[in-house]
């Protein structure tokens, strides 16, 4: 992993300061990755295109549901899709940990997954939602979000880093981070993982300064970690333990 890390922030001539252009390099047709910085503390972002890529929602079997890793949800799915419930399709290229979870490793807050509500929507809190339809994705308030037949999946976490490109109001806790952000089209679809302690802030702003429209942070601290295998890149970011739901992509 220190090896696969250490060639992808190579590769990534130039990482990005404050208000740079990131140096994306393509790893398929319709996927690209990039490192920018925040003073030592690399941000890794992995683009995907959703007319090419498709993300959903993979929540574990049975209640509390099965926790799984990245690498083990990725590794599952490459041998073909599943259709029993937890298992991801087939194709996987990238799984990273989703939303919130309790003491039993029950996932807190709405979790829709190939189109079924497996947790419903937790009402009366100041988090976001990963809506996923249509090969595009959008980010809306708790409050905003409606059920609606093309939703394919969901992930209701929070807080929220972008609102119309500019960044929240966030509390200064430091802790490694997951994110998703999302340009204005809401066709692109970028995943961010930062395996270094990061304030919440300092991670919006970047975002921001990069021109991504909306961003929502998944869980964090121990629970961040990416499995990722796009063409010629292969990364793997472990966290400590197993989460209860994901967001993968695959392709189409």
Known sequence: MIAALGL???TATGAANAGDTPAWTAMAPGARRATITDGDTPILLFEFDLRRFRADVV???GWPPRAQTAAEVRQAAR???GDRPGKPPGGVVAAVNGGFFDQRRASLGLRVSRGDTRVPLRPRVDWGVLVLADRQARIVHSREFRAAPDVAGAIQVGPRLLVGGAPTTLKPQLARRTAVALDGTGSLLTLVIVDRAIEAGRLAARLAALGFTSALMLDGGPSTQLS???GETH??????YAVPDLLIISAR
């Open 8 to 10: 992808l922030l190579a």
């Open 59 to 61: 929540v574990g079997a």
């Open 79 to 81: 041998g073909g899709a």
């Open 228 to 230: 990722l295998a796009v």
């Open 235 to 240: 990364m793997e970011v472990p966290g400590l």
